[in-house]
Structures are given as structure tokens and as C-alpha cells.
């Protein structure tokens, strides 16, 4: 009942397991697929570009889908939305951080608008699933866009209104996405950047719903 309690409830900041002050992995400083810099901050980030942070189930396939947009100049996967500071895999997948695996993704809004990246964001998984998507189950796979203007929570919560009668036109419930300003995000290990060209068949979460966003939206 424990194990369930942790997988299925965000532990409060008491419960959470403690971290630690820094990072205690180091990470490769180029994208596999991009090459642009993996850890991004306003030191390197070009002018003009934004960043944008989604949870949308195994981190894994997420990134896939961000990196293959045009307009994208990097990405990386990660842990946010939680308490634990510096968490590894193991915790978050311990229920006891409170943290979602994360995709960050820069952006150069000429290009891909933010729009377009919440659109893909609903379309690659089903947010209708609570703490879970599919066969994953946990608080570390719940749905969530994490703002960093007002403009983006704007965005992010005109096109959530759009889209949910849209899925329950097709029998799903209502959206369960939590949209909030951006926490902190914390970078996963080094393994899991660019997963899938490290692992070309590995695993990827199949819980899309396969309903397309409105067009004209």
C-alpha cells in the first residue's frame, strides 16, 4: 500500500526524499542530433529563441518527437515539477520526489511557434490519464506544461480549452494536464539524452490517443 501511495500521490515537501546540492553526473556537452549545446542557459542560448518544458510520459520518445521539429535548436530530458533537488532516475522512478520526467526543449519562435509545440505535445500522448500514460504508472509520467511567460500559460490554456471537446467527442475524460509557471529543472543522467539514438529500438510510450488537434486552432 506504501509502494502504491508513492506511485500514485506527489509526497509533500517533508515526505519527499532530501537530493543533494549539485549534480553528481557529468553530461555530454553537444547534442547527438542537433549539435547544439545539451545544457542550455541564457549564456548560450541564441537571441530570439525561447524555451519551452513539457511531461509527457517516458522522457524517452518525448524528446524524439521535439527534436525532429524544425525550428528546434535543442533539447534534453530531465526531472521538474517536484521537491528533491538533483533526484536521480531511481528516485524520481521511486514516487518519493515529486517530479515528472520533463523534455526542455529551445526554440526559435521564427520558425515553430509555441503554439505548435503544445499542439505536438497533446497529440504524442493521451492527457486525459491522470498519474500514468499507458503501461507507465506513476507520478513521474503525469502531463504537464510548465509556462515561463505569460504569453505561454495563455497559450497553453487557450489551446487545452480547444482541445478537450475534441477528445470527448472520442470518449476520453477531461484533460488532467497540470499547467504551472516553470519550476526548477533538474537534467537526467546522461544515458537517457538522445536516448533513442543511443538506442534506436528501444522503448517508446504508445498511449497517443491519435485524435489531431482542430484545424484552424
Same mark, same amino acid.
Given at each position: 500500500?506504501?509502494?502504491?501511495?508513492?506511485?500514485?500521490?506527489?509526497?509533500?515537501?517533508?515526505?519527499?526524499?532530501?537530493?543533494?546540492?549539485?549534480?553528481?553526473?557529468?553530461?555530454?556537452?553537444?547534442?547527438?542530433?542537433?549539435?547544439?549545446?545539451?545544457?542550455?542557459?541564457?549564456?548560450?542560448?541564441?537571441?530570439?529563441?525561447?524555451?519551452?518544458?513539457?511531461?509527457?510520459?517516458?522522457?524517452?520518445?518525448?524528446?524524439?518527437?521535439?527534436?525532429?521539429?524544425?525550428?528546434?535548436?535543442?533539447?534534453?530530458?530531465?526531472?521538474?515539477?517536484?521537491?528533491?533537488?538533483?533526484?536521480?532516475?531511481?528516485?524520481?522512478?521511486?514516487?518519493? $520526489?515529486?517530479?515528472? *520526467?520533463?523534455? %526542455? !526543449?529551445?526554440?526559435?519562435?521564427? #520558425?515553430?511557434?509555441?503554439?505548435? /509545440?503544445?499542439?505536438?505535445?497533446?497529440?504524442?500522448?493521451?492527457?486525459?490519464?491522470?498519474?500514468?500514460?499507458?503501461?507507465?504508472?506513476?507520478?513521474?509520467?503525469?502531463?504537464?506544461?510548465? $509556462?515561463?511567460?505569460? *504569453?505561454?500559460? %495563455? !497559450?497553453?490554456?487557450?489551446?487545452? #480549452?480547444?482541445?478537450?471537446?475534441? /477528445?470527448?467527442?472520442?470518449?476520453?475524460?477531461?484533460?488532467?494536464?497540470?499547467?504551472?509557471?516553470?519550476?526548477?529543472?533538474?537534467?537526467?543522467?546522461?544515458?537517457?539524452?538522445?536516448?533513442?539514438?543511443?538506442?534506436?529500438?528501444?522503448? %517508446?510510450?504508445?498511449?497517443?490517443?491519435?485524435?489531431?488537434?482542430?484545424?484552424?486552432?
Amino acid at each position: 500500500m506504501l509502494f502504491n501511495r508513492h506511485k500514485q500521490e506527489i509526497p509533500t515537501a517533508d515526505e519527499a526524499l532530501p537530493g543533494r546540492p549539485e549534480r553528481p553526473f557529468a553530461l555530454a556537452p553537444r547534442h547527438l542530433v542537433l549539435d547544439a549545446p545539451l545544457v542550455t542557459d541564457e549564456s548560450n542560448i541564441p537571441d530570439g529563441h525561447q524555451v519551452a518544458l513539457f511531461g509527457l510520459g517516458c522522457f524517452w520518445g518525448a524528446e524524439e518527437v521535439f527534436w525532429q521539429m524544425p525550428g528546434v535548436w535543442s533539447t534534453s530530458v530531465g526531472y521538474a515539477g517536484g521537491t528533491t533537488p538533483n533526484p536521480s532516475y531511481e528516485e524520481v522512478c521511486s514516487g518519493r $520526489t515529486g517530479h515528472t *520526467e520533463a523534455v %526542455r !526543449v529551445v526554440f526559435d519562435p521564427a #520558425t515553430v511557434s509555441y503554439g505548435d /509545440l503544445v499542439k505536438a505535445f497533446y497529440e504524442f500522448h493521451d492527457p486525459t490519464q491522470g498519474m500514468r500514460q499507458g503501461n507507465d504508472v506513476g507520478t513521474q509520467y503525469r502531463s504537464a506544461i510548465y $509556462t515561463f511567460s505569460p *504569453e505561454q500559460e %495563455r !497559450v497553453a490554456r487557450e489551446l487545452t #480549452t480547444a482541445y478537450e471537446p475534441v /477528445l470527448a467527442q472520442r470518449g476520453y475524460g477531461p484533460i488532467t494536464t497540470e499547467i504551472k509557471p516553470a519550476p526548477t529543472y533538474y537534467y537526467a543522467e546522461d544515458h537517457h539524452q538522445q536516448y533513442l539514438v543511443k538506442v534506436p529500438n528501444g522503448y %517508446r510510450c504508445h498511449s497517443a490517443t491519435g485524435v489531431p488537434f482542430p484545424a484552424g486552432v
